[in-house]
DNA sequence: ACAAAAGTGTTTTTTTTACACCCATGT
DNA sequence: ACATGGGTGTAAAAAAAACACTTTTGT
């Protein structure tokens, strides 16, 4: 490989992983082991190879530090201020991850590194330009709020409304009006009614919804 | 530098010089010169060196192609295809550049390359991916329309509603009408009415408006 | 019967759309 | 006076916001 050293750039693809947990959104951060910052918190990252997408990369990063494989990734942004590291100059790749707690935890492997999810407003203190990275990816989550194929991994399965609700209510940050929110997202015509509900232990059932699959392909 | 050959990777910034010209989005488009796809056209675009960020080298790749500096750029989309190229592993890493005809004219350097202004609907045989990139491009133009920040440098100084109304048109891809567009601009509320007029050779005048500092500098 | 959570309807306000005539200037 | 392009208002429709009581279940 002759190319000339000038052009030859690193890249860390850093993925923002979220869920939501006991009605709160949350990331999932492991901690760093080498000086400096050593102890503080990280985004999970890796350096993407020549032979691997972005996606691809993000996957693999998210398997081997968060222990789920496949989840469902979106591009999100680039980072290339050349002192965004200390030493070296690696650019940064931001990429969003979503999964349901339930499939986490049927699926999660066991990883060596300890990881915590950690509530979106109760961020701890991060390495270099992490927290940054961090912002702006809950900035994507809440501008594409309406991308179907991006909520629906929010849930392992059908979903109720008054759970859909309380992952609008987290990414905005804020509380909504539950008869108006029906409204809404009955509207747009993008769920269909399973015909079946929940069985809480408290409470009047729930009825139980579905993206309609036709609805989820075409997104922009 | 001795680092992992595996993790070497090389950048393309790609970029996407929009006008508006004779009521029409143009982009700026260059030949290839070389096999294969040679003649075809291309985005202006140039590797990234380790020592700049994108946007250095977005503006520089401008400079040196379109001859024209310090334009107003945007961080667009990231493009990681292994194959997107069919012999090198190229990340195409793609920004938005926007210029105004009046300022070009006024700032155009002499290049080498002999670039054209493609009306935004006739773009001709493009290399590569770059077809692909630059209808990417187009529909980040859409969905970031409300930008002041970018929809100021599509004029050279103030202007007129009909005038920022074609820029509107052009890059939605449809007629709006002309009293709901006044109401609806001016309502946002980030336009100043300059108390000047335009003295145009047929017609009535028209306002001049600037959007108000305070207004252009925070968009998310 | 009570506690818990889900479901529902109406009114008001705001935003968006549709639509046609008058005004200011140069020739 | 006329041709050219700019400016304006109102009514209807649609979308969003405000707001409180009833229903279904488990205990």
New binding site residues.
Partial sequence: MDIDRRYINQIEVLTNVFTIDKNSLKVYLIRRLEEPFKGYWMLPSNLLMTSETIEECALATIEEYVGIKGIHIEQCNVFSKVDRLPNDRILGNSVIGIIDEETLLMHKKKTPYEGVWFNIDEIPKMIFDHANILKDAANHLKSHLNNPLMLKMFFPSDF????LQIVYEQILGKKL????F???IL?LGILEDTNY???????????LYRFKESEIEYYE
Same sequence: chains 1, 2.
């Fill in positions: 109720t409304l008054p759970e009006d539950r008869r108006n029906r409204k809404r509207n509900k929940t069985n809480n232990k408290m409470g009047r059932p729930a009825k």
